[in-house]
């Protein structure tokens, strides 16, 4: 029954009303400002008790990218009451939001709503992602120069001096989407490739403020943190092998194993790698994450960050283990999925992340929206037809968080997930652009000239 996943879709479901429910469940979870003004979307309208009921950053990016080009006063309400938002505290100066809620005139920084005080850091790296999309849509210099101050203090967050050399960005667990813990600490993938993005956008709006300087030293930071992805995250057979005997234990600087990563280690644990490649999930001494961790690597590789062979090896896996990774309701977020000591020590036996549940190896639809325009660019359009197909089957009237490996709705999922819908429009979009004539695919880079 798990293996039912034949690359042929079975026939066109009715994609058209799924269109039409998405974008009313959509509308639905539009929010106002204190002005009466749009201003966002709130994680969930299945659930109005809890902090899924607040307007949280990162599951806004779907919901923007959806309405970038047709609805431009949205996003700026929504990047305006992120600003009035930014932090203006000593120790967070510059610091975006996780999230807020108008009607309860509520910002919450630090994560204190949710549970655990978890903080997060990719709130700001994709505040200047939007951010710079929206200038990019709109052309509107005149407001970026109004709100000049908030990038240069986000920006500030980003470039300021830290106990470390490296261009890497160290954080601890659960400073992004993956909020609890998942033996993510050290250089999360995830963490390098916002900070990679958010870096080329800084360089694109500082040129347009007239501040070269500060755009080629935004420009310097993001090609280091491409090499060391490219050279230290990546991972397929054939690296495997050159990489076989490379010596631990060394100093110096010609030391060719800074991490001191045990390559023999690594390639056990990747035994399941027979096609394709892939980004690691974390880096840190002594230690790689050798999951495939979907996201970060499509977000990777739809922005550049990696070669266009290297795109397509990533899609390459993705076919050659599909029944793992696409499951019934695409996409696995990871995958193997942490089991028995592992998942005692790396997740503290968390019951919320048993295997299979949650960040710990469930199927979360809203990574529909990068996988699609990944395997577009990398020439696997039936791939992408079939995952969409595999969700359109399953996703109304529930519209959930995350599902099981069978296609079900996930044990404690929230129904009506925002970013599950504006996920599936998305990639539904994506797939309907034709190359090169219909102009708007899903895009994160900025584009030449302006
Ligand atoms: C959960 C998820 C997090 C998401 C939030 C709101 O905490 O782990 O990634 O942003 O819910 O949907």
Request: glycine letters at 8%.
């Amino acid at each position: 029954m798990d293996r039912d996943l034949s690359l042929q879709p079975r026939g066109p479901a009715n994609r058209e009303r799924l269109r039409a429910e998405a974008v009313a469940l959509l509308m639905r979870a539009i929010v106002h400002d204190e002005r009466g003004e749009p201003c966002g979307t709130v994680a969930s309208t299945g659930d109005l008790e809890s902090h899924y009921r607040n307007v949280w950053t990162r599951d806004n990016v779907a919901p923007m990218l959806y309405f970038m080009e047709d609805e431009p006063r949205l996003v700026r309400s929504f990047l305006e009451a992120l600003m009035r938002r930014q932090s203006v505290d000593r120790r967070t100066l510059g610091l975006i939001p996780i999230g807020f809620s108008p009607q309860f005139n509520h910002t919450d920084l630090g994560g204190e709503e949710a549970i655990g005080a978890i903080y997060s850091i990719d709130s700001t790296l994709w505040f200047l992602i939007l951010l710079g999309l929206h200038v990019e849509t709109t052309r509107d210099l005149e407001w970026l120069q109004t709100h000049r101050r908030h990038v240069k203090t986000a920006l500030g967050l980003l470039l300021s001096p830290r106990f470390d050399p490296l261009p890497l960005l160290a954080a601890p667990e659960s400073v992004t989407e993956i909020d609890r813990p998942a033996g993510l600490h050290g250089y999360p993938l995830q963490l390098q490739v916002l900070l990679f993005l958010a870096l080329r956008w800084s360089a694109r709006l500082l040129r347009a403020l007239d501040e070269p300087d500060q755009a080629t030293v935004c420009d310097a930071e993001a090609e280091a943190i491409q090499s060391w992805i490219n050279r230290w995250y990546w991972l397929d057979p054939d690296l495997l092998a050159e990489r076989g005997d490379l010596p631990m234990e060394q100093y110096g600087a010609g030391n060719p194993n800074p991490f001191n990563l045990d390559y023999g280690r690594i390639r056990q644990a990747t035994s399941w790698l027979k096609e394709g490649g892939f980004l690691a999930g974390t880096l840190r001494a002594r230690h790689l994450d050798t999951r495939f961790w979907a996201f970060p690597n499509c977000l990777a590789a739809m922005s550049g960050i990696v070669s266009a062979s290297r795109a397509t090896a990533i899609m390459y896996l993705i076919r050659d283990r599909a029944p793992d990774l696409l499951g019934q309701m695409p996409l696995a977020v990871c995958w193997p999925e942490l089991r028995g000591s592992r998942y005692q020590i790396l997740m503290d036996s968390d019951p919320r992340g048993r295997p299979g549940v949650f960040h710990n190896g469930a199927y979360w639809p809203n990574i529909l929206w990068a996988f699609v325009p990944t395997a577009l660019l990398a020439g696997q359009r039936d791939l992408a037809e079939n995952a969409l197909e595999l969700a359109a089957r399953r996703l109304s009237p529930e519209w959930g968080e995350y599902y099981d490996r069978r296609g079900r709705i996930g044990k404690a999922a929230r129904r009506h997930q925002t970013w599950s819908i504006a996920g599936f429009l998305l990639a539904d979009r994506a797939l309907g652009a034709r190359p090169g004539i219909d102009g708007w695919q899903v895009r994160l880079t900025p584009r030449e000239g302006w």
